[in-house]
């Protein structure tokens, strides 16, 4: 069984860059879709974006176009979100998730999920 362990969150100031890894263990997250999301308190799981399998295609949310970018390293079973430009409101836990029928926008699709890293931006 596949698990997925986050790291790198933390506090950084507003304009600042964060990047999150998403390591797979106990198994390969071959051919796997891959999503990341983040949630704060109270709102559900918001998504943030996907890349596929084997060409590495992405999607991403309008919230974080242009600011946030996902990649993969399928050798090193891991997958990768570069922050950039952060703001307050990016405040919050970040997931990653795994589905073994490619990717989704919606997080109850996903199979697997990592435990979470907290993403703290302060003004």
């Known amino acids: 069984q596949v698990q997925l362990v986050e790291s790198g969150g933390g506090l950084v100031q507003a304009g600042g860059s964060l990047r999150l890894s998403c390591a797979a263990s106990?198994?390969?997250?071959?051919?796997?879709?891959m999503g990341w999301f983040r949630q704060v308190p109270g709102k559900e799981r918001a998504f943030l974006g996907t890349?596929?399998?084997?060409?590495?295609?992405?999607t991403y949310a309008d919230s974080v176009k242009g600011r946030f970018t996902i990649s993969r390293d399928n050798a090193r079973n891991t997958m990768y979100l570069e922050m950039n430009s952060l703001k307050p409101e990016d405040t919050a836990v970040y997931y990653c998730a795994g589905r073994r029928k490619g990717v989704s926008s919606l997080a109850a699709l996903y199979d697997v999920w990592g435990q979470g890293t907290q993403v703290t931006v302060s003004s």
């Open positions: 890349i596929s399998w084997n060409y590495g295609l992405t």
């Open positions: 106990g198994g390969t997250f071959s051919g796997y879709g």
